[in-house]
T-cell receptor, first 114, second 115 residues
Framework: GENVEQHPSTLSVQEGDSAVIKCTYSDSASNYFPWYKQELGKRPQLIIDIRSNVGEKKDQRIAVTLNKTAKHFSLHITETQPEDSAVYFCAAKYTNFGNEKLTFGTGTRLTIIP | GAVVSQHPSWVICKSGTSVKIECRSLDFQATTMFWYRQFPKQSLMLMATSNEGSKATYEQGVEKDKFLINHASLTLSTLTVTSAHPEDSSFYIC???????????FGPGTRLTVL
């Protein structure tokens, strides 16, 4: 089955600086890679996702890059703000009909220092 | 987006009792729902995939007789923790895919505390 590794486990950055979180996956068949943000005691919220036919996707201050050859993908947050502080999870799956299960990374606790 | 609800949001029970958690898709039909368990400061661990009208598919290491899943309709899946013990205390979260979209919509979670 799929195995997703995520690094770092904790990350502290100064407000306004950029944050990068990296994930690797094991199953070359995986073709969908979402990123979730989870605040304490809350549900995970999708912040951005990418499919394997695209190398990069950007949404305002958030971007994701995918390297299929190396089987890794990264989340980039620019101009970080205090409200970006949360736990971030990457995930991966092979999807055909949309009902396939996701495999999550171990999470990164991001702290933005004011 | 789509809305997934869970009930209850939190529950405290005595050891040995059973607890039922409901997961509902409010504005769409979900043939498949997923049940996760999340311990403090850990990732979401998939417990089982709930399929409407058929048996759930459990992940390795998850006891199907302890965690009973019923997906009786296209909008409701239930997870029953039977004979709960303190080690079952955790945050239980369900999710569902809307149609053929890849995005999983998560419920707000249920915090279970077993005394």
């Amino acid at each position: 089955g799929e195995n997703v590794e995520q690094h770092p486990s904790t990350l502290s950055v100064q407000e306004g600086d950029s944050a990068v979180i990296k994930c690797t996956y094991s199953d070359s068949a995986s073709n969908y890679f979402p990123w979730y943000k989870q605040e304490l005691g809350k549900r995970p919220q999708l912040i951005i996702d990418i499919r394997s036919n695209v190398g990069e996707k950007k949404d305002q201050r958030i971007a994701v890059t995918l390297n299929k050859t190396a089987k890794h993908f990264s989340l980039h947050i620019t101009e970080t703000q205090p409200e970006d502080s949360a736990v971030y999870f990457c995930a991966a799956k092979y999807t055909n009909f949309g009902n396939e299960k996701l495999t999550f990374g171990t999470g990164t606790r991001l702290t933005i220092i004011p | 987006g789509a809305v997934v609800s869970q009930h209850p949001s939190w529950v405290i029970c005595k050891s040995g009792t059973s607890v039922k958690i409901e997961c509902r898709s409010l504005d769409f039909q979900a043939t498949t729902m997923f049940w996760y368990r999340q311990f403090p400061k850990q990732s979401l661990m998939l417990m089982a995939t709930s399929n409407e009208g058929s048996k759930a598919t459990y992940e390795q290491g998850v006891e199907k007789d302890k965690f009973l899943i019923n997906h009786a309709s296209l909008t409701l899946s239930t997870l029953t923790v039977t004979s709960a013990h303190p080690e079952d205390s955790s945050f239980y979260i369900c999710s569902a895919n809307k149609g053929s979209y890849n995005e999983q919509f998560f419920g707000p979670g249920t915090r279970l505390t077993v005394l």
